[in-house]
């Protein structure tokens, strides 16, 4: 019925050439052919035209996208589709300014469409963390060395972040081990070979600030006791050894990997803020910290998929759509 190996846009838009095509899809995705009130998930359901239901328990009409983020939206699911596409497989995002172009819709609507796409991301940001587990914050905004003279902020570097977003993050490592393979051309020799088993994921969230306060309760809520926990030596962090495996690196000394064991440091979530930061100022230029949390969790939706093909990132989002996001909500 549907192509399901979809490999590119092309591809997308001769799967789904009608807007039937689309709901017929999403019907599939949300209910298997058998249709659940949102009103009472107990009611007997009726067909009607035009794609309509209707809840015998509390006589209401609904369809596919109610309680969706294609609720009583004008744009049509193909388009609706193609956003979720291109947001979903480009690795640094898309602006709604080139969104719009691509959909052809105007960078308003094209930003009201991306808001209610991120707003359903977060449904990869609470992950159950445990193995080893990296734990860091970083911080979202300009420069001060870029701004001009008069927009400088002083003594504004480090964790003085007076001009900038604290947003704080844990990364669960991928497991991996060392085996032993039969070398290819030399007989009787054998290669080691590391082996990768277990995708690495992560949560992230916007903190108010990098104190004890707000960064701990995330780690209990989200981190299995027991763990390994990796960090740096910034004091909020103290404590965690009562619950924890906890294991520090001093930054402060210069000290990157722990010289007693390579395996002490948070150099795999350090990288991944490289990724997030990018994103703001090459694709994005300007978050505002109302918005940023859906930001963060484009970024960890991305991260934490990277190893799915795009088809099964378009499709999980969709699976995961209902999260209805109201225009007020956004600017107000």
């Not at 193609?82 to 930003?111: F, P």
């Not at 006791?225 to 740096?232: Q, V």
């Amino acid at each position: 019925m549907f192509n399901t190996n979809i490999k590119s846009v092309f591809e997308l838009t001769q799967t789904f050439s009608t807007e039937q095509d689309c709901i017929d899809y999403l019907e599939m995705l949300k209910w298997n052919k058998l249709p659940v009130s949102p009103f009472d998930e107990t009611s007997k359901v009726y067909k009607c035209k035009n794609n309509q239901y209707r809840c015998k328990n509390t006589g209401k009409y609904f369809n596919v996208k109610t309680g969706t983020m294609f609720e009583n939206s004008k744009v049509s699911l193909r388009k609706w589709f193609m956003a979720i596409w291109l947001v979903t497989s480009h690795k640094k995002g898309i602006s709604s300014i080139q969104l719009g172009k691509d959909i052809g819709v105007r960078q308003a609507t094209a930003w009201f469409m991306l808001q209610r796409i991120r707003a359903c991301f977060g449904v990869e940001n609470n992950n159950e963390l445990e193995g080893i587990v990296e734990c860091d914050e970083t911080f979202i905004g300009g420069k001060n060395k870029n701004r001009h003279k008069d927009k400088k902020v002083p003594h504004s570097q480090g964790r003085s972040y007076k001009d900038k977003v604290p947003v704080m993050g844990m990364l669960q490592r991928g497991e991996s081990e060392i085996i032993e393979r039969p070398h290819k051309v030399i007989p009787n020799k054998t290669v080691k070979e590391k082996i990768i088993y277990k995708t690495s994921k992560m949560n992230a969230f916007v903190v108010n600030d990098t104190k004890r306060k707000s960064i701990q309760p995330f780690i209990y809520q989200y981190v299995k006791a027991d763990t390994k926990l990796m960090t740096d030596e910034w004091w909020a962090y103290k404590g965690l050894n009562k619950h924890y495996d906890h294991k520090n690196i001093d930054h402060s000394k210069k000290e990157y990997v722990s010289l007693q064991d390579n395996n002490i440091h948070t150099n795999n979530i350090e990288g991944s803020w490289n990724i997030l930061k990018k994103s703001v100022s090459g694709t994005y230029n300007h978050v505002s910290k109302k918005h940023l949390q859906k930001y963060v969790d484009e970024f960890v939706y991305r991260f934490n998929l990277r190893k799915v093909t795009d088809q099964e990132k378009f499709r999980y989002l969709l699976s995961n759509s209902n999260v209805r996001t109201k225009y007020r909500e956004l600017c107000h």
